[in-house]
T-cell receptor, first 117, second 119 residues
Framework: AQSVAQPEDQVNVAEGNPLTVKCTYS??????LFWYVQYPNRGLQFLLK??????LVKGSYGFEAEFNKSQTSFHLKKPSALVSDSALYFC???????????????FGKGTKLSVIP | ETGVTQTPRHLVMGMTNKKSLKCEQH?????MYWYKQSAKKPLELMFV???????ENNSVPSRFSPECPNSSHLFLHLHTLQPEDSALYLC??????????????????FGAGSRLTVL
């Protein structure tokens, strides 16, 4: 079984400050990890993913995430938050052992990020 | 626009009504998905179609009936729904290179969703 935990329902950060949105996961094998963002009245948009290789992944809009295998974490970060970053952020995981025929991508329940001017 | 279009954007229906949600993608993808998004809950995968064939059905009640006439169109037929079915229903698509090593790393492209309210 695979699972994702986003321990914070909401994160508040001042504009210009660094931000972190936390994600931990559980899989049997090695993970594929994703971050998606959802702006109000919109569907989810892909931000970045980790497959293999460098533990630090860079994505859209200046976001990055660091894969930490020992802590089973994949926290989303940005050095300087913008008001326009305010949105709902979802972490997702898929176990590499699931096989090519399985499409089960497990999402967390989301973290609402509010960037305060 | 992401290339995945969902209609209607909002739908209010009674428990005895029959309605349908429509999803269309213009990305040339061959896999399409229905997800249910409820407040403060993880997204729930409902159905997956790959090359028009249903590949996953995550124990969804029979009052939800999917239809995929071709790789570009996906429907969710709704019948005798319950108030707890009220949610945002998201359609997504992806390019599935089945058999390749990284098929599990496919990125999903989502539509804006259909907000369903069951009275």
């Amino acid at each position: 079984a695979q699972s994702v935990a986003q321990p914070e329902d909401q994160v508040n950060v001042a504009e210009g400050n660094p931000l972190t949105v936390k994600c931990t996961y559980s899989v049997s094998g090695n993970p594929y990890l994703f971050w998606y963002v959802q702006y109000p009245n919109r569907g989810l948009q892909f931000l970045l993913k980790y497959i293999t290789g460098d533990n630090l992944v860079k994505g859209s809009y200046g976001f990055e995430a660091e894969f930490n295998k020992s802590q089973t974490s994949f926290h989303l970060k940005k050095p300087s938050a913008l008001v326009s970053d305010s949105a709902l952020y979802f972490c997702a995981v898929r176990d590499m052992r699931s096989g090519a025929g399985s499409y089960q991508l497990t999402f967390g329940k989301g973290t609402k990020l509010s960037v305060i001017p | 626009e992401t290339g995945v279009t969902q209609t209607p954007r909002h739908l209010v229906m009674g428990m005895t009504n029959k309605k349908s949600l429509k999803c269309e993608q213009h990305l040339g993808h061959n896999a399409m998905y229905w997800y249910k998004q409820s407040a403060k809950k993880p997204l729930e995968l409902m159905f997956v179609y790959n090359f028009k064939e249903q590949t996953e059905n995550n124990s969804v009640p029979s009052r939800f009936s999917p239809e995929c006439p071709n790789s570009s169109h996906l429907f969710l037929h709704l019948h005798t729904l319950q108030p707890e079915d009220s949610a945002l229903y998201l359609c997504a698509s992806s390019q599935d290179p089945s058999g390749q090593v990284f098929s599990g790393a496919n990125v999903l492209t989502f539509g804006a969703g259909s907000r369903l309210t069951v009275l």
